[in-house]
T-cell receptor, first 118, second 116 residues
Framework: AQKITQTQPGMFVQEKEAVTLDCTYD???????LFWYKQPSSGEMIFLIY??????QNATEGRYSLNFQKARKSANLVISASQLGDSAMYFC???????????????FGTGTRLKVLA | DTGVSQDPRHKITKRGQNVTFRCDPI?????LYWYRQTLGQGPEFLTY????????KSRLLSDRFSAERPKGSFSTLEIQRTEQGDSAMYLC??????????????FGEGSRLTVL
């Protein structure tokens, strides 16, 4: 079963506007972490923001904020004041509680391609 | 520390040949991951090392794939008898297991494999 769902294959946003990228997840573990990564055309995955399942407040990092709604199992990324350099693929990921093997496994969604328009 | 480095960045090979990719993680990171990413998809988990121990392998990793992390430092991913379906970007990532950190993965720039 797919555990991370990103339903928006592509999004457009006007420069300087805000944009929300959707992410829903599925887990039965009470302890987990949620991450957003940016992948420009160069290919490298860049960490943006983290939200722990027990964190009371939504995470923020500069222009990035994470709208964490635990009951709805959603972790949407909000980018404020979009810039042309924000054009990239964006991936939502989840790290579950360690498995019996001791593995900390990170599962990624299929991504959303964001295009910022001048 | 300059981050996670991968070598080679690009590899073109003929079907049936063997290829090996190398990953040098961030020095203080004890966890190392290999992922595979095909066009338009998110990274798919292949295998995980904690120090030198390989704790998990994905079912995606057929017998043609093998990974090592001798001495808990760099890691290699070898693909034997390559097939066209192996064409993908192979991503290496590392993380730190210390407390007080989010444990985010730090990725290398990837090794792109093309099998002709």
């Amino acid at each position: 079963a797919q555990k991370i769902t990103q339903t928006q294959p592509g999004m457009f946003v006007q420069e300087k506007e805000a944009v929300t990228l959707d992410c829903t997840y599925d887990t039965s573990d009470p302890s987990y972490g949620l991450f957003w990564y940016k992948q420009p055309s160069s290919g490298e995955m860049i960490f943006l923001i983290y939200q722990g399942s027990y964190d009371q407040q939504n995470a923020t990092e500069g222009r990035y904020s994470l709208n964490f709604q635990k009951a709805r199992k959603s972790a949407n990324l909000v980018i404020s004041a979009s810039q042309l350099g924000d054009s990239a693929m964006y991936f939502c990921a989840m790290r579950e509680h360690p498995r019996a093997s001791g593995t900390y496994k990170y599962i990624f969604g299929t991504g959303t391609r964001l295009k910022v328009l001048a | 520390d300059t981050g996670v480095s991968q070598d080679p960045r690009h590899k073109i090979t003929k079907r049936g040949q063997n290829v090996t990719f190398r990953c040098d993680p961030i020095s203080e990171h004890n966890r190392l991951y290999w992922y595979r990413q095909t066009l338009g998809q998110g990274p798919e988990f292949l295998t995980y090392f904690q120090n030198e121990a390989q704790l998990e392998k994905s079912r995606l990793l057929s017998d043609r794939f093998s990974a090592e992390r001798p001495k808990g430092s760099f890691s290699t991913l070898e693909i034997q008898r390559t097939e066209q379906g192996d064409s993908a970007m192979y991503l290496c990532a590392s993380s730190f297991s210390g407390t007080g950190r989010s444990g985010e993965l730090f990725f290398g720039e990837g090794s792109r494999l093309t099998v002709l």
